[in-house]
């Protein structure tokens, strides 16, 4: 080789890039676990539709559109007789136009017509506002848009409350801004024909539980005003969107048109898979996923190919992005690779999204936030820093690069994770498997009560009224609580608010968390971030390391009462990670809703549960990680208040004769369940198509769920352990739904226990470590038994048999 020859990657272009990852000599070259080039898609174009009146014919050609996709055309024909509509078609697919041309149409034929527009993020609202006002001034209507969200100034807010025909605003403006202020919204929901919901998926979990409330709050208002509006709505690709969509909007089965067949074209799009290679074989460790997928998003850059990176945490994206700059120092400018997530204050966030629009940023590291479908620009490479936790959320992604044209390139990059491993050994799960169902439960009464709350301060409940997806009799029976714990009045068959205070400002829909935090620099008190409640616990305790734009900041203050952080810029060469001690108590008698679990009757059974539990979470310390090698160099301790939440659990409970008979020790028993839960958790989340974040575990020593100590290495293996036969221990693990009051995943969990630990068992057994590593029975702790893999099967296989031949 010609010492003088500039690098490789100073060819700029997509293909020099996977020319040089597939050369034989290449270090990554063997890793490559997944390679599969998908076709590119012809459209399918009709003609505009007769109805469509002959000013936005000439506002499409304005833009160079002569034909709409079909499915463009066929949302168009469903919500002009009148049908609800649900839009179930991939990224970059032309979504927008099914929402805007019934609009306009009706805005055309009565100026009085209004339609209200709800996106999950200000950004959405503001990149669609651009294009709703391009199509309304080349079809020469006079009415306008406007956007009512945080950022809005007063004087703009009177006015679009006035004048505005189509208003954007977000679920949490709705919320507190709109709803309990109807009467000065009398104009909006007087006209209210249409209301589009786009990213209909996003509206899961306790956020989409919330949401399907605010919308029976909403149709009850429109209705008191006297309208009956239509809802329009677009979705990534999920497993269920008819029925998601029902039961979000309070609508039948037969009243909604759904659209799954997209009639856009798709760029040839190439998508690999990545596992980084293992340093360790024999712990089954394999080389750090973030710093994996930074280099091959260094070759992606140094090539000037437009890249996309998804980190998977705000900590994630901060280090990804200072290595990312760091590795491409002296080739391409700093400003050029931009962090993006959420914390960053609005104007940052703004300017970001400008700048990858027109080309100035050739990479943005960014957390799920942008996954989103604002215009990105023409990016021609994502790169996923381990699987976002469902196949939908990972196309989500992969539809981000090729938007527009050409070839793209979509890579995921594996973690030790056992979902991520699992994934690897199946990649046909990957890239052909079924999206994800979307989950929500709108009459959790954690939920509910709350937003009755609200809609009876909006307006007074009738005896006999009915709100969402409850009846009649349900809807009074809750009222009637509500009365008798003092937050309605009831005279005669009507109920009213009966306190001062502003309800919907003590409701939030994204977390049960309070408001957010800020982040002050302490020398200039200027704020430069902020971070929701539940965040700030492990990220902004004192001493920790704040990250921001690939800068350092230590937390000198934490004022919790003001949720004020006050931070210093530092340069240290580490970071911090919080660590988190759990417990769980069951609420309920166990005894209603638990059963015998195992398969012999001559030895005392396992016990499995179902029920309402209470977990309390503290964050009790914190490490410090080097940067680039990711050594541990020391702790701190923490003190903060502890956070609690009470939800749905499944619980397993082994009896401690089961142990003794079996003559499996204290600490091995800790260890092998500790690992029988990570898998469990991995496994459920592919059974129940749910994602990780929904689900969480922790064990506990039995049902009242104190965590049990943790043994000395030297009384590991003693089998002398039992003598005492007073002294009780029965390990117990817990899986619960992540959201207060739950969302129905662990009642799912528990209808199908059996099936789920038969497939835990084989997660367990198929992997190649010899004692247990990340891809199996988790990340471990420092003190855990060197086989905790073997205990994990030898407790799963008398629970619920595997074949010996898979044992270790």
Known sequence: MNPSAPPWWATQGLDVVLKQWFDTSSSVS?????DRSLPAVLPQLVAFPPSLPERLRQALRAQGIEQLYSHQAEAYDAACLGQHVALATPTASGKSLCFHLPVMKTIVEDPEARALYLFPTKALARDQEASLQRLLHDAHIGSGVGVYDGDTAADAR????????????????????????????AALFRGLRYIIIDELHTYRGVFGSHLANVFARLRRIARFHGADPQFLCASATIGNVAEHAGRLLGVEPHELHVIRQSGAPQSMRRVLVYNPPVVNAELGIRASYLKSGVRLAADLVRAKVPTLVFAPSRNGVEIALKYLREAC???????????????????????????????KLTCVVATQALELGIDVGELEAVVSLGYPGSIAALWQRFGRAGR??????????????????????????????????????????????PHLRCAAFEMPFFRGDSFGSLSPANTTETLDYLVRHGSLHQAGLQYHWADDAFPAHNVSLRSTGWENFVIVDQATGKAIAELDWRAAHTMLHERAIYQHNAEQYQVERLDYEHHKAFVSPVRPDYFTTAMMQSSVRVLAPPTATTRPYGQSKNEPLATVGWGDISVTEKVVGFKKITFFTHENVGYGEVTLPEMQMDTVGVWLSIPSLFLRMHRIGRAAAIDGIRGVGAALTSISCLVLLCDPRDLRHTLGDGIHGDAPPRESRDSRDSR??????YRTFEPTLFVYDAYPGGVGLAARMF???????????????????????????GPGEEAMSPNHKRTALRILAELNPIEKSKMP
């Open 329 to 359: 120092a002296g080739t391409v400018s700093t400003d050029a690779i931009m962090g993006y997530r959420g914390g960053y204050l609005p104007a940052a966030r703004r300017q970001i999204e400008n700048d990858l629009r027109v080309g």
């Open 404 to 449: 527009r044209e050409g070839e793209s390139l979509a890579v995921m990059v594996a973690s030790s994770s056992p979902l991520d491993q699992y994934l690897v050994r199946h990649p046909d799960f990957l890239l052909d498997g079924l999206p994800e169902e979307a989950r929500i439960d709108p009459n959790n009464l954690e939920i509910l009560l």
């Open 30 to 34: 063997t890793h490559w676990v997944a």
């Open 158 to 185: 009177r006015v679009t409350r006035e004048r505005a025909s189509v208003l954007i605003t977000n679920p949490d403006m709705l919320h507190t801004g709109i709803l309990p202020h109807h009467t000065k919204w």
């Open 751 to 777: 209808d199908r226990f059996e099936e789920l630990l038969f497939r835990t068992s084989e997660l367990i057994a198929q992997c190649d470590c010899a004692q247990g590593c990340p891809a199996c029975v």
């Open 720 to 725: 002398d352990s039992w003598h005492d036969p």
